[in-house]
């Protein structure tokens, strides 16, 4: 199969602009992804796409692939989409472009999830990790996912799922880590399809799909830490770093 790595990368974040830009240690939080997917040596490709000449220009500087999307888009998987539409690729992998400290172990579990599927039943697999501190179940800048015996998602959302009602059993919180596997058509499909209700409201692209009757088959993974909304996450970074 060939695989590509697709890193979407919108300047004008709406929760902390120019992000992907910001310096952590010695380099920009896109450098910093860029290069650490480059590193994991799993992809035919390793490819930015993004809106901005700023971030353009500090991929291309260091010798890296990017491209300029064309139109103006809602997410990052309409992003990306348009830029593998006439690429001969089996599976597409979205690396979030401000999950600076992407590293090899969970991206190769994506991966492999498509090996172990010869008959093309899985169509979307992402990542998710227990979530250490059950606090930041209520801050809606966590994605939460609940999934089936199956680890198919059931639902994401901001809000803390599932509800701690009988305080006797402690709640397992799983955050949702913005990294996917599609298969091409999958993706295509999706650009395909209107923006759906429950998308719309939660401002989480992968409903998408759910809403649709696509599950997500999840892979745990506890290494990938460190994405990049706020300003108080860069600090956090930082001191990860």
């Known amino acids: 199969m060939k695989t590509i790595a697709m890193i979407p990368a919108r300047y004008a974040a709406s929760r902390f602009p120019g992000k992907l830009m910001q310096l952590l240690g010695d380099k920009t939080v896109i450098r910093h992804t860029y290069e650490n997917t480059m590193a994991t040596r799993l992809f035919d490709e390793v490819v930015v796409v993004t809106d901005s000449d700023i971030i353009f220009n500090e991929i291309t500087q260091y010798g890296g692939y990017v491209l300029m999307s064309k139109k103006k888009h809602e997410s990052g998987s309409d992003r990306i989409a348009e830029a593998v539409a006439d690429l001969d690729v089996d599976i597409v992998l979205n690396v979030q472009g401000d999950e600076p400290f992407v590293s090899r172990e969970p991206l190769e579990k994506l991966l492999k999830v498509f090996d172990d599927d010869p008959h093309h039943k899985i169509q ?11 606090a930041l179940a209520t801050d809606p800048n966590y994605v939460k996912v609940v999934v089936d015996a199956f680890m198919n998602s059931l639902l994401f959302s901001r809000s803390p799922i599932p509800y701690h009602r009988d305080k006797d059993i402690p709640p397992v919180y799983y ?4 990294v996917y596997a599609f298969r091409k058509q999958a993706l295509m499909n999706f650009t395909s399809w209107a923006i759906t209700p429950l998308e719309a ?7 998408r799909y759910l809403e649709n009757g696509i599950p997500l088959k999840m892979v745990i993974s506890n290494y990938m830490a460190g ?15």
């Open 227 to 241: 994405k990049i909304d706020t300003p108080e996450d860069l600090e956090r970074a930082k001191k990860l770093l």
């Open 124 to 134: 979307v697999a992402s990542i998710m990790k227990i979530m250490e501190d059950p």
């Open 175 to 178: 955050e949702h880590i913005g």
């Open 201 to 207: 409201i939660e401002k989480i692209e992968c409903l």
